[in-house]
């Protein structure tokens, strides 16, 4: 199953997915969707128009056919079919003409990017637009255009689909990626492909949670899934939305909202220990779809992991933000700390020391180095003590590992250890 | 009624109140509050002598009409009319001849600042004495002196005075000056005249608060005013004394007792806010009447505001604390700092999101930028999205402005607009 | 009683006990009690081969006569008698001839410091074995050794003693010191020689607590105190664990696992107060007996007292950590901690201000300076209104004197001189 080379197989996928309209409904997320699906099995939702969603309402489903602009000898200077970037997402139908004074106030451009084409959207007000670089905009002359954007907005669905590993527990994590960005490949294809790779690794790991994969359309795709989950709300644990997975940049840890959730405490021993370069932030209520699953009703344990982080680079929602904007090692960075992280999150649990009046004894349990005297105290040795000495039902083992400075791996080996001795519970 | 130039008409206040012999008690006291009730109406509290007020005891009251030494010559040596800080304060009367080797046991000088005259008090303990400049009492030559103390002790009054700015509320902000200090022009003219100033100011402002400005001498008279008023203390939700409030120095906040107060957040973000020069320092129990408000049985939220701060320049209780001494611009920068603070203390409630359960559609609500995915997402709708996520009934605006980085006023801001549209509510 | 130089004294008691081969049982610990004995009455206890002592059985009593290894011509190349740290402790007895290469696997050196004899044991797992430098090991030449260690293992008794200074309370405070190695002379003879000169100064000194000094065998003597003595733990309020007391190193205090016990905050305030180069260590479960009195079961406020700590020293363990290696400067200095800590911990109280509305009149009760207005007020009497201000119940003398800067003495005399003027109460 998994590749031999995983960066340049996440990176296919980026490029794959790459060419699609995707939107916040429509056939573009359905095609994304069905492509995920080759990889991993999804579970896909389609809500219809209309269904109140929170303080939110599922909109019209979107979806375009061509759309370009032509001048007088029927040349298209704008044009859909080179990038989807250059129509406004959510842009009503026109089929029309006008002069270029007019059409000006429908283009968008980036005078100080004037090479790139901006990314734009009006999602909930009806209105039409094409982006373009603010060179081709210099070199529209003057005179009349035949606009087109064959586009339709009718009454249809929006499309979310969900991928579960069982785990030993019910309790879940849930790591979540936007799918509903056009042609951006960083933001969120290489989440996407990310998400993709994790969600394999860990189906092959018996994890101890439930891992919920969730593929939906930015802001109205995460509150429609709060909105159709509320009950079930209360087994999500522990979370991660997965963002900008594969620049160049170091890795971005943005905490949840309670700041010191375990996740919170998990990602940031993980990027400390690793040695990695990267930064942590606190929360804020911008960004990605964190936005949601921390709004304060819910207020769950969910961060948000990216290199460099939204809005942070040059490229951002831009045509810059291409497949080669994307990095194979970036990938499987990315990945690697998705994959620490949860493998730390799976073991640090609290244990309850069984003896906890004096040290117990462990050489009889052989479980100590009986000649002693030593000053080259072992590791494992240290570990151990450690864990008899702090597990009283308040600490985890990551508090452990963190005040003792003892590799988590150490701490955990050490915890199991214990525990087949009959000196721990869980 | 406000004057085109507040900080000379401030000054010009201090040297009006300047040549007065106030004391804790008397005619110095009376003639004060006399000046302040011409620009704001007064309240005035006489209270006998003999009464108790919490430990203490309200002394007899002290008068002083004329003193002086007077060498053999008659001339006068040491002269009241000259300046009364030359008397010790509640010195006893005395009409006496002594030689100057006698004499001497009842003179104070501050032998390190020779050309200043100290400031020196005995309320407590019946004596008598004379302040003069070292300069002056190396000058003396040996002989017998007149010395006359015309004063009196006799039972009479305590007198203070307060002034109430009505709020929408009638949870208190107090403010306290100190009355009781002869010719001491910052310390506490200058506290005065700012005080003065700002509840004009306050009046015109329809202020949330309901502000009581209390002008009292030091200890006994805040004392006094807590004794009257055990059962309303429970109303004073905050509280600054004004003190030192017009030497050139930078602003001082010092902390009450409970050291994390909604005064003690109000008035550190506000000057660190600002960029001012300013300094921040734990309470201690020696000082102004924060000594009072702050006693463990009332422990209430009450800062001191000053410039430099209690016994902290060469010129404090001494004749070097003159109306020179004091800036108009300081003044007006003291002034600026209380406007600001009791702006930001009169509006930071605590919201509760009536939405929370993902972010609310602010775009139906017209309070969205409805084409998205602008980079530069202004500020007024990033307040909108932090005052949401963090009204949650535990957090102030003053606690959402902090953690944001965004200005006080766009978190205010945001929070009306929000409840203009229901989705806060206070 | 006391010696004129205290520092030759305790050296003269460190060199009198270097010779005694101790171990966790047997009569070197018998014969060094009796020395202690000498200097503070002792209670001595034998707990029999066999009883159980939490997690651990009292092991069998180990003594020995003689041992050694000889050449072909009956010279003894490894001598008992030389020193005790050639014999592996609680080696099993033999008597045997081996050729070297057998021999070489019971042999112990430390080839990094090869002039130097390790300290091994083998308190629980049968052996036998020898230490010897690296330089001896070397120059041994090839043939048949005659290997004698005239041991024995029988049952018999684990001994310990205590000693206890009687109190105003009963509350306890526990001094700890390890009594088990042969001869290390810092490790642990110094903390024994200055556990015995603090016992003699706090029978004089009329303490507070009760203080209870323990000589016992590491690990297992302690575990078998705290065994026999579980119904009396809730009387230890607070312990030191005294080891490595008298090296040329600055002192080290190494917290107790609680972190912020009342023994934790006041050991470093005396040490940063004293201005002495110090190290606060925070918790770990290895060193020495605090791992035991720090086990979750008990988690008593005991923390540890060193100089170089635990295992941080080249002559840790060795031959090297010998009578020259403790320095009488060092044991003095340890000392006056101990002493400097203990006056702290005995006056460190909780009081509650009676008059706690407003400051209290101090000048009619003859405690202020009648004359006021002096700006350099004296710290007596800064320390009579910060005692005031804080005596709420909550904060301690200690607390007090951290928060105020004042020096502990000048806030616990302002605090007898508040109780007797009836202002506080304990």
Redesign the interface.
Known sequence: MMAADPGQEMHALVERLYPLCRSITGDGVRGTLDIIGEHIPLTVHEVPTGTQV???TVPQEWNIADAYVADATGRRVIDFRESNLHV?GYSTPVDTTMPLSELREHLHTLPEQPDLV????????P?WGFCLTQRTLESLVDGEYRVVIDSSLTDGHLTYAEHVVPGRVTDEVIVSCHVCHPSLANDNLAGIAVAIFLARELAAADPHYTYRFLFAPG?IG??TW??RN?EAIGKVKHGLVLACAGDAGSVTYKRS?RGDAEIDRVLEHVLRASGRPHTVR?F???GYDE??F??????LGVGSLTRTPY?GYPE??TSGDNPDFVLPESLVDTLAVCREAFSVLDRNHRYV?L???????L??RGLYD????R?D?KQAQ?AM??V?????GEHSLLDIAE??GLPFDSVADAALALQSAGLLKE
């Open positions: 929170l303080d939110w406004v901006p990314y734009r959207t009006s999602y909930y007000a209105a802001t995460a509150i709060l909105a509320a909202r606190e804020s209520p911008y936005r949601q921390c709004s304060p009703g819910f207020n809005a951002y929602h020391n003896s906890p009046y004096g040290e117990p004894q050489g009889k009986s000649l002693g005297g000053s105290a240290l003590l450690w008899l000495n702090f597990s009283d005040r003792s």
